[in-house]
C-alpha cells in the first residue's frame, strides 16, 4: 500500500516570497491534515480537511496561508508571502475516517527554508 | 483543551541498556494516547496507541507504554535499547470523540551511544 506522498521535499526561498507544497494522501482515506513542525518542537496542526471540506482551521495563519483540497483527494497548502519564522517542516497526514483514537498515518514532509 | 507534556528533550543512553521516556497529559475527559518515532529526515511513525481496555501497551520494535490514568501518564519504555533506536519520539493524545486531530508533545531525543 502507498504511503502519503509530498512534494517537493526541500524548498529554500526569501522572505516574501511565495510557496507551494502538494500532498497525495492514501487512497481512501477521507481525512487529510496539514502540521507545522518547528525545529524542536512537536508538530502542530494547521489545517484538517474532511473529503473537501475544511473541519478544523483555527491554528492556520489565513493572512498569509491557504489550502485547498478541491476534489477530496490531494491536497495543496500556499504561504504568501513568506515570514522567516515560517521556516519549517511542513507534514501532511491522512487518516481512513478522521475519527477520534485513529492512526494517523505521515508524510516525510517538506521542509522550508526562508532566508 | 487537552496538552502534552514530554519531560525530557534528550535522553542519551548505552546501546542494550533499558529507557523510559516519560509523557504526561492534561485532559479533563477521556482520551486516546500515541506515540510516534521520527527518524532524521522522515515522517513520523506509529509505535503504539492507547484506546482502551489493557493498560499495558506492546508496539513495534520493542517498545511497550503504560497508561496510568491517575497520574495521566503514558511513558515509553524499552528494555534494551539499539543503535537504530536513535531518534526523536512524540507523545500525543486525541478524543475523546469525534473529528479530533492530535496534539503532540515537544518531543525527547534518544541518543543510544554505543
Known amino acids: 500500500e502507498a504511503g502519503v506522498a509530498q512534494s517537493p521535499r526541500y524548498k529554500i526561498i526569501e522572505k516574501r516570497q511565495s510557496v507551494a507544497f502538494w500532498c497525495n494522501p492514501i487512497?481512501?482515506?477521507?481525512?487529510l491534515y496539514w502540521y507545522q513542525q518547528i525545529l524542536g518542537q512537536g508538530p502542530k496542526l494547521l489545517i484538517q480537511?474532511?473529503?473537501?471540506?475544511?473541519?478544523?482551521d483555527s491554528q492556520l495563519p489565513k493572512d498569509r496561508f491557504s489550502a485547498e483540497r478541491l476534489k477530496g483527494v490531494d491536497s495543496t497548502l500556499k504561504i504568501q508571502p513568506a515570514k522567516l519564522e515560517d521556516s519549517a517542516v511542513y507534514l501532511c497526514?491522512?487518516?481512513?475516517?478522521?475519527?477520534?483514537?485513529?492512526?494517523?498515518?505521515f508524510g516525510p514532509g517538506t521542509r522550508l527554508t526562508v532566508l | 483543551a487537552q496538552s502534552v507534556t514530554q519531560l525530557d528533550s534528550q535522553v542519551p543512553v548505552f546501546e542494550e541498556a533499558p529507557v523510559e521516556l516519560r509523557c504526561n497529559y492534561s485532559?479533563?475527559?477521556?482520551?486516546?494516547l500515541f506515540w510516534y518515532v521520527q527518524y532524521p529526515n522522515q515522517g513520523l511513525q506509529l509505535l503504539l496507541k492507547?484506546?482502551?481496555?489493557?493498560?499495558l501497551v506492546k508496539g513495534i520494535n520493542g517498545f511497550e507504554a503504560e497508561f496510568n490514568k491517575s497520574q495521566t501518564s503514558f511513558h515509553l519504555r524499552k528494555p534494551s535499547v539499539h543503535i537504530s533506536d536513535t531518534a526523536e519520539y512524540f507523545c500525543?493524545?486525541?478524543?475523546?470523540?469525534?473529528?479530533?486531530?492530535?496534539?503532540f508533545g515537544k518531543g525527547t531525543r534518544l541518543s543510544v551511544i554505543a
Open positions: 497526514a491522512s487518516s481512513l475516517r478522521g475519527l477520534a483514537g485513529e492512526i494517523e498515518f
Open positions: 487512497s481512501g482515506h477521507a481525512t
Open positions: 480537511f474532511q473529503n473537501n471540506g475544511v473541519v478544523d
Open positions: 485532559s479533563s475527559v477521556s482520551v486516546y
Open positions: 492507547y484506546l482502551s481496555g489493557s493498560t
Open positions: 500525543a493524545v486525541s478524543g475523546p470523540s469525534g473529528n479530533t486531530p492530535l496534539v
